[in-house]
């Protein structure tokens, strides 16, 4: 079975360094077990919280798993555990999506997404919010270089529309584009979802 | 009864507190009891301590880069609870939290051979790049750990955005 590589950019809350993106990999574990996912390995890291967040999430979104989510349970870990991850909320975002795309919801082997979830009832007008700062986590995602084939990164509106962001983070934005990273703008969490099933890598 | 601070002597004094007070730009509304000065000692007399005040240095030691994975909101964060930082140079660990009374719970502990070297010291809390203002004193124990507590509003959240470490290097007369 592959494997589901997610990446979450960093952002210094300082502002002056950068850090290279959290790769958190989703690989197949246990057969025998509960087939749910656990969370220990991350935890560890500070992203329970978020962990649990997506899990929620899915739950909401899937209430009536298919026969492969009950197959196997997914095996998930950090490939770079950073020593100052201090805030991981934004973490959530990507655990869904990696889940999903582990669960073959999602066309995708490898995303990068940014974003800051706010609960809502309906899961799909779950409203994205972008990072606090943008800027760090456009350069944290620079670190990755050049990419094949091309990674989908999720991003919610950094402006009033995504036209403002693009002209806001205009050359940010082309770099990645040079890198094969295509930014993809979402507005909610349906949207990032849209855009995730309309790519494939 | 009358008012101590209309005696000569005692006049001098309070205008050397305020003095001290104002070099410590403290927000107005924190009251006095809550200033982030190391204590008063037992037998130690007010010029004393406040001499003692003004005779320490600070020393800068380290820094904590904060790393935020899309850290939203309207309030600058303090970390997720139960995360623990580890400095720049990896001698200390830093925990801070919210308490329910409007402040900052701040736990220093340093590590390895550090805490040999830091025992039973003053530590501070300093605002980045400026390390002569201090927002905060913890007393580390013989272990090399310590928790103190500072106020929680804008100024210090922001200088916790990247917390930074001096000693309190405190001087004889």
């Keep these: 079975m592959s494997r589901i590589t997610v990446w979450i950019p960093l952002a210094s809350l300082s502002g002056q360094t950068t850090a290279p993106p959290l790769k958190l990999l989703f690989e197949e574990g246990d057969r025998l077990v509960t087939p749910r996912p656990t969370w220990e390995h991350l935890q560890h890291h500070g992203l329970g919280s978020a962990a649990v967040q997506a899990e929620h999430l899915f739950q909401q979104l899937h209430p009536h798993p298919t026969r492969a989510c009950y197959r196997t349970r997914p095996y998930i870990y950090l490939a770079n555990p950073p020593t100052n ?12 999506l990696g889940l999903l795309a582990y669960y073959h919801y999602l066309p995708l082997q490898q995303v990068m997404a940014s974003g800051t979830i706010t609960p809502s009832n309906e899961p799909l007008a779950s409203p994205l919010h972008p990072g606090w700062p943008l800027t760090s986590q456009l350069q944290s995602t620079r670190q990755l270089g050049l990419q094949s084939p091309p990674l989908p990164f999720i991003l919610p509106y950094a402006a009033e529309s995504e036209k403002e962001a693009n002209q806001r983070y205009q ?3 082309a770099t990645l584009r040079q890198l094969n990273i295509q930014p993809l703008f979402s507005a909610t969490l349906g949207q990032a979802l849209d855009a ?6 | 009864m009358t008012d101590p601070t209309n005696r000569p002597n005692q006049q001098h004094l309070w205008h050397l507190a305020e003095r001290y007070l104002e070099q410590l730009y403290l927000p107005a509304e924190i009251s006095e009891d809550r200033l982030p000065l190391s204590p008063r000692k037992t037998h130690e007399t007010l010029p ?10 600070l020393v800068p030691q380290t820094e904590f880069i904060r ?5 939203g909101g309207t309030t600058i964060p303090l970390p997720d609870p139960g995360t623990t930082l580890n400095s720049r140079d990896g001698r200390f660990r830093l925990t801070l939290s919210a308490t329910a009374d409007q402040q900052i719970e701040v736990t220093l502990q340093a590590m390895g051979f550090s805490s040999f070297d830091f025992a039973n010291r003053n530590m501070g809390l300093v605002i980045p790049d400026q390390p002569d203002r201090l927002i ?3 007393l580390l124990n013989e272990q090399g750990r310590g928790t103190g507590y500072i106020v929680d ?3 210090h959240r922001r200088a916790l955005l990247k917390p930074t470490i001096v000693w309190i290097q405190e001087e004889e007369a």
């Design chain 1, 85 to 96: 991850l201090s805030n991981a909320n934004g973490a959530a975002l990507g655990i869904l």
């Design chain 1, 171 to 173: 050359q940010q934005l």
């Design chain 1, 196 to 201: 995730c099933q309309q790519t494939t890598n």
């Design chain 2, 48 to 57: 004393e301590w406040l001499q003692r005040l003004r005779n320490r240095k």
């Design chain 2, 67 to 71: 790393l935020a994975a899309a850290a």
């Design chain 2, 136 to 138: 905060g004193e913890v």
């Design chain 2, 153 to 155: 509003n804008e100024l």
